[in-house]
């Protein structure tokens, strides 16, 4: 059984930082990724890493401040948010599949995490 388990969410003030983890077990070397759903909006895409960690894709809104890498050995990715705002805030989950449109796009992806919850306090 494959599960992702996110963790380091929290509350951080305007401008700071937090990295976020997910743990993948049960499976390696998947194409993996976050997206995030803020208060009564959509689930949007937010990063993307592919299975060598040689490839990366952002969502426009965290260009230049958030990084995702990964740790192949420890079957875990990261999710590494500075400068963050207001409306960065949202829960964040990890999602991971063997074909990388898939975590760009949200759609058809074999797994989920259950999600960590970001608030930034202005």
């Known amino acids: 059984q494959v599960q992702l388990v996110e963790s380091g969410g929290g509350l951080v003030q305007a401008g700071g930082s937090l990295r976020l983890s997910c743990a993948v077990s049960?499976?390696?070397?998947?194409?993996m990724g976050w997206f995030r759903q803020a208060p009564g909006k959509e689930r949007e895409f937010v990063a993307a890493?592919?299975?060598?960690?040689?490839?990366?894709v952002y969502a426009d809104p965290v260009k230049g401040r958030f990084t995702i890498s990964r740790d192949n050995a420890k079957n875990t990715v990261y999710l590494q948010m500075n400068s963050l705002k207001p409306e960065d805030t949202a829960v964040y989950y990890c999602?991971?599949?063997?074909?990388?449109?898939?975590?760009?796009?949200?759609?058809?992806?074999?797994?989920w995490g259950k999600g960590t919850l970001v608030t930034v306090s202005s």
């Open positions: 049960g499976r390696s070397l998947l194409h």
């Open positions: 890493i592919n299975k060598s960690g040689g490839s990366t």
């Open positions: 999602l991971a599949d063997n074909i990388l449109p898939h975590i760009v796009t949200g759609s058809q992806v074999d797994y």
